[in-house]
Nanobody, 120 residues
Framework: QVQLVESGGGLVQPGGSLRLSCAAS????????MGWYRHAAGKQRELVAT???????NYADSVKGRFTISRDNAKNTVNLQMNNLKPEDTAVYYC??????????????WGQGTQVTVSS
């Protein structure tokens, strides 16, 4: 009932930047937390950054000072600006959001994932 569509991944050299975007659509009445997670080969999925509907943010220690999460509540979008990328940032990045539908049901949705590769 709620879909998340991501965009913006790709290949970038170390020290470069990328911007990921995620748009939510469907029977959305409200969105609470939105966030980004990543899954690197051979590792468990980990939290990258989250943002509440009141714009409070939380970051993994490994990305603090380099990544910035933002959201546009009017457009139901969340973005992740990634600067000074490192090879260890290589992973599939997933968007996540939670909220309520127009029928007052809770939902928790994931995007399809977008590949970020940091390599020279």
């Amino acid at each position: 009932q709620v879909q998340l569509v991501e965009s913006g991944g790709g290949l970038v050299q170390p020290g470069g930047s990328l911007r990921l975007s995620c748009a939510a659509s469907g029977r959305i009445f409200s969105i609470y937390d939105m966030g980004w997670y990543r899954h690197a080969a051979g590792k468990q999925r980990e939290l990258v950054a989250t943002i509440t509907n009141e714009y409070s943010t939380n970051y993994a220690d490994s990305v603090k000072g380099r990544f910035t999460i933002s959201r546009d509540n009017a457009k139901n979008t969340v973005n992740l600006q990634m600067n000074n990328l490192k090879p260890e940032d290589t992973a599939v990045y997933y968007c996540n959001a939670q909220g309520k539908t127009t029928r007052n049901s809770n939902w928790n949705a994931w995007g399809q994932g977008t590949q970020v590769t940091v390599s020279s």
